[in-house]
């Protein structure tokens, strides 16, 4: 099936670092959201986006919908300890409401 | 948004054995998913729990295997049947509560089979 390719698989950064992490696909996508998941939760939505240029913040966050359809990237400012934990990048295809997933990018933040 | 709750949190099982997961939404919701994610890895879509109606599986998993029930709008249940030690892993109930394809996820079941 449809995968996503996601990137950095890992990072490893100083306390207040930028960080950007990506996905891209073949394929165009309607919908790209962005996931945190800490150890032992569930994925909690970060971000949705829902059109092709559309940039979107949440706090520290900010992600934006590529202009292809076929990407998207995740900005985190100002990094602090509590960012740990696995992003993941999701997006809906056609008219579908199946999420196909990225394979995570592990942030570490060392204090 | 939807909050969801899935019970037990976690549970270990004897091979052979099946475990029925509970997930609850505290609204109702137009679709329900259910997803394994096994250690390190990312979110793998079981199946699709519709209202009223049989389950859509994905490819690779089977209704004799997992066997979903969806009474209603906020309910859901996974088993998992005749267990081995390769279902030892994470599995996840999500909801979609509206138009938006905003997926919102449960806590997760970590599954551990003996």
């Known amino acids: 099936g449809q995968q996503l390719n996601q990137s950095p698989q890992s990072m490893f950064i100083q306390e207040g670092e930028d960080v950007s992490m990506n996905c891209t696909s073949s394929?165009?996508?309607?919908?790209w959201l962005w996931y945190k998941q800490d150890p032992g939760e569930g994925p909690v939505l970060l971000i949705a986006?829902?059109?092709?240029?559309e940039l979107t913040s949440n706090g520290r966050l900010t992600a934006q919908f590529g202009i292809t359809r076929k990407d998207s990237f995740l900005n985190i400012s100002a990094s602090i300890p509590s960012d740990v934990g696995i992003y993941f990048c999701?997006?809906?295809?056609?008219?579908?409401?199946?999420?196909?997933f990225g394979k995570g990018t592990k942030l570490t933040v060392n204090p | 948004s939807a909050v969801i709750s899935q019970k037990p949190s976690r549970d270990i099982c004897q091979r052979g054995t099946s475990l029925t997961i509970q997930c609850q939404v505290d609204?109702?919701?137009?679709?329900m998913f259910w997803y394994r994610q096994q250690p390190g890895q990312s979110l793998t879509l079981i199946a699709t729990?519709?209202?009223?109606?049989?389950?859509?599986?994905e490819s690779g998993f089977v209704i004799d295997k997992f066997p979903i029930s969806r009474p209603n709008l906020t309910f859901s249940t996974l088993t998992v049947s005749n267990m081995s030690p390769e279902d030892s892993s994470i599995y996840l109930c999500?909801?979609?509560?509206?138009?938006?394809?905003?997926?919102?996820f449960g806590p997760g079941t970590r599954l551990t089979v003996l």
């Open positions: 394929s165009i996508f309607n919908t």
């Open positions: 729990a519709n209202q009223g109606s049989e389950a859509t599986y």
């Open positions: 609204s109702q919701v137009t679709m």
């Open positions: 999500s909801a979609l509560p509206g138009s938006y394809n905003e997926q919102f």
């Open positions: 999701a997006g809906h295809q056609g008219g579908s409401e199946k999420l196909v």
């Open positions: 986006l829902y059109k092709a240029g």
